[in-house]
Structures are given as C-alpha cells and as structure tokens.
C-alpha cells in the first residue's frame, strides 16, 4: 500500500564518463591523467568538478594531437592550438563543435545554459588591438 520513492543513485565521475562513452565519445586519458573526449574531429578536456560533477576545460576542433580553442580575432574566427598554429573556422566546423559541446553536456549530466544553446561561444576573444595586452605585459609605461 505504500509507495516508497527510488533512492536516487549518486554518479561518480567515472560513470559519467561511462555515460559519455555509451553516447559515442572516444575516451583517453592525457598525459597529467585528465580524460579527453573526441567524436568527429572536436575535442575537449574534462576534469573532475566538486562533488564528482564533470567539468569541461577546453573544447575546440582537433588539430594533430592538440586541441584548436576557438578565437575570436574581430574579423575572422579561427581555431588557435597552444603551439600558436590558426586554422580559420568554417561554419560547419563551427555546428559540429556546437553540437559536440552540447551533446557533451548532456551525455555528462552537465547543465546546459542559455546562452550556450543558442550557438557556438568563444573560448577566446583577441580583436581588441590592445598593445601586448594578451601576454600579460602593461600597456601603461608607468606600471613596468
């Protein structure tokens, strides 16, 4: 006569990796031990967040055997490797990459916001023409 509620089942972070291979992700372990996940030519990093949640680190396009973030440089778009090598982004590069983050969230029991489904964001933004503002460098002589 009584209705008793389902314990719900706490996920480590390997079942959601487990989850994400069953889902169609390729899952390999990187050199420091973090887990990269590639389908179709993208690529992310992932780590473990609090609480055994995933978190992504990085997602862009494969390039070799690095992953190409993609930059926005004002007038173009492109996918920058650590080692410096741009590769212009296309617009079907750009829906595979959507779709890869997207399916990639789901697949890890992420939360997927708003602003990320509406399209591809950038993970770097150059286009403001700030003098040596990227490599950490004072644009001010005074603060040298």
Same mark, same amino acid.
């Given at each position: 006569m009584f209705f008793r509620r389902q314990k719900a089942k706490v996920e480590t972070f390997e079942d959601r990796l487990q989850n994400a291979q069953q889902a169609g992700f390729t899952v390999v372990r990187d050199g420091s031990g973090r887990p990269k996940m590639t389908r179709q030519g993208c690529a992310a990093i992932v780590e473990e967040a609090e609480g055994a949640k995933a978190s992504i680190l990085h997602a862009g396009m494969a390039v070799g055997d690095e992953i190409g973030l993609l930059t926005d440089l004002g007038y173009q778009k492109v996918f920058e490797t650590p080692r410096g090598v741009r590769e212009p982004a296309t617009?079907?590069?750009l829906r595979a990459l959507h779709d890869f983050t997207e399916? *990639?969230? #789901?697949? *890890?029991?992420?939360?997927? /916001?708003? @602003? #990320?489904? /509406?399209?591809?964001? @950038?993970e770097r933004h150059v286009y403001d023409r700030v003098v040596n503002r990227d490599k950490g460098v004072p644009h001010r002589p005074w603060e040298r």
């Open positions: 617009a079907a590069q399916d *990639l969230r #789901e697949a *890890l029991g992420m939360t997927s /916001l708003y @602003n #990320e489904g /509406l399209g591809t964001t @950038n």
